[in-house]
């Protein structure tokens, strides 16, 4: 038996995919693939979510190198007025 299930985002960007496999014939059933195919959702949003947390670490990364080579004083607080950045 052979079960082969995508690993797709929202987008419908396929990432990968989930294969199983056993000796015996007709071993997966309707069951199992709807099983599967909830494991490879949760896997895709979990591959996107380290997606964003990387793509949102080289932004703060590049900001940051941008913001040090300011030869101004340069500072940012938040709403309640506490220093969050400052060169």
């Known amino acids: ?19 199983f496999g056993h000796a015996e014939t007709a071993m997966f059933t309707e069951r199992a693939e709807r099983i599967a195919k909830a494991i490879a959702s949760q896997a895709a949003v979990g591959l996107e979510n380290i997606r964003l947390v990387q793509e949102s670490e ?7 190198t941008i913001l040090s080579s300011v030869p101004d004083f340069v500072y940012i607080f938040d709403l309640q007025h506490r220093f969050i950045y400052l060169n």
């Open 1 to 19: 038996s052979y079960l082969a299930v995508p690993v797709v985002t929202r987008g419908g960007e396929v990432l990968g995919g989930l294969f």
């Open 58 to 64: 080289k932004q703060r990364r590049l900001y940051e």
